[in-house]
């Protein structure tokens, strides 16, 4: 089974309201789905949450070219041909192996999204050349897989309780865990939000906190003391971007509030350094960020090696698949309190959630099936 082609599908709808973060305002909902076909007319479909569209499509269809012809099963001779491209190698400014040169630096986030589409779609064609999901391909047996959701995006003008509204009406909906969004307001309106928040919830529903980077050690610290009352699961995202397992290590022994981390790493690599640092008890790889499927494989290895929780963000319908196959060290996959309207309308099938759970099918591969009259309506 070859792969004979590999295009992409980018679509996006635009929210009503604009869902604000501490770090920036999400004004749509985007995804680009990577079609692969073979030469024995399977299918796999993969998805990747990502920017620049259009530049990330371009690599896509870069390393259609490169990966043409190569096992469709062999995901990964293809994702270390892929991956290969990102550094220097004998010869390799010339190309006189018959590759591109090594890959701009400056475009490995993009570079890294597209690897991750396609190879997700080769797990979908796994999946289904065998007759099986996912999940089962890897062992893991058909069980309800724990959903959270998030919300309480910041809107501006809004009073301080309208993140607890929001919230309460997803437990009311079934949820048993919320996520809310904190770090864009002064320490003391935020520290508001969270006692309304987990005042509306009841205390018997998990409260996560989703700090998007939002402060240093110092603030950080000062911030996680004065929520600490209001029975907090952990706190995600903590710390600035730039700041590494080392400076994690110093809030962890702060607070002994639980951190999660990782949702915007590239590869394995910086994963393993927060994981063996003790820092980070949850960690939230992103499949349809970066790397794939096959990357997401190798931390979650690892991670219940280390006693580490894995709680992969976003497109539960596909993650929820890795949480099946590690029982023991997954904590939760993540959905959106408010579906958007892309990921509600461009599935014909897919995993449902419900009483705050993921329930998986025995439908080959990831199970989902993509309305395409849908993506044409809302393509870009």
């Known amino acids: 089974m070859k792969i004979a082609s590999i295009k992409t599908h980018a679509a996006s709808i635009p929210f009503e309201v604009p869902r604000v973060t501490a770090h920036e305002p ?11 076909q073979t030469d024995d007319g399977v299918a796999g479909c993969g998805q990747i949450h990502g920017a620049p569209i259009k530049e990330i499509c371009e690599w896509v269809a870069r390393f259609g070219e490169i990966v043409r012809g190569m096992d469709a099963l062999g995901h990964l001779e293809v994702w270390e041909r892929l991956f290969s491209l990102t550094s220097p190698r004998p010869g390799g400014t010339w190309g006189r192996d018959g590759l591109p040169p090594p890959l701009p630096r400056a475009a490995r986030p993009q570079i890294m999204a597209a690897i991750g589409g396609i190879d997700i779609a080769l797990w979908d064609i796994k999946g289904k050349a065998a007759g099986l999901p996912v999940y089962r391909l890897l062992g893991g047996a058909n069980r309800p897989v724990l959903a959270y959701a998030t919300g309480g995006y910041y809107r501006d003008g809004a ?9 309460a009406s997803s437990v009311a909906a079934g949820y048993r865990a919320v996520k809310l969004k904190v770090g864009g307001q002064t320490i003391k309106d935020d520290v508001e939000r969270v006692r309304l928040t987990r005042e509306a919830i009841g205390k018997d529903t998990l409260l996560l906190l989703d700090l998007t980077g939002a402060y240093g050690i110092d603030d950080c610290i000062a911030f996680a003391r004065t929520v600490e009352p209001y029975d907090i699961y952990w706190l995600e995202e903590p710390l600035y971007w730039y700041l590494q397992p080392a400076d994690f290590q110093r809030l962890a022994a702060a607070t002994p509030i639980p951190l999660a981390h990782c949702e915007r790493e590239l590869t394995r690599f910086t994963v393993r350094d927060f994981m063996t640092s003790g820092a980070v008890r949850f960690v ?20 219940e090696q280390l ?20 029982p023991n060290a997954s904590f939760a996959v993540e959905s959106n309190g408010i579906p958007d309207p892309l990921w509600s309308g461009m599935y014909a099938r897919r995993a449902q959630i419900r009483n705050s759970c993921v329930h998986l099918e025995e439908a080959p591969g990831f199970g989902i099936e993509i309305d395409w ?8």
């Not at 999400?26 to 692969?36: D, G, Q």
């Not at 939230?284 to 991670?303: N, P």
């Open 159 to 167: 009073p301080l309780d309208a993140c607890a509204v929001e919230l």
């Open 307 to 326: 006693g580490v929780r894995i709680a992969p963000h976003q497109a539960p319908e596909l993650h929820a698949h890795l949480c099946a196959a590690f």
């Open 373 to 380: 009259n849908f993506i044409d309506r809302h393509r870009v």
């Open 26 to 36: 999400m004004r749509a909902a985007s995804v680009i789905l990577v079609e692969v």
């Open 284 to 303: 939230q790889f992103d499949s349809t960020r970066h790397a794939g499927f096959t990357e997401s494989l190798r931390i979650a290895t690892l991670a």
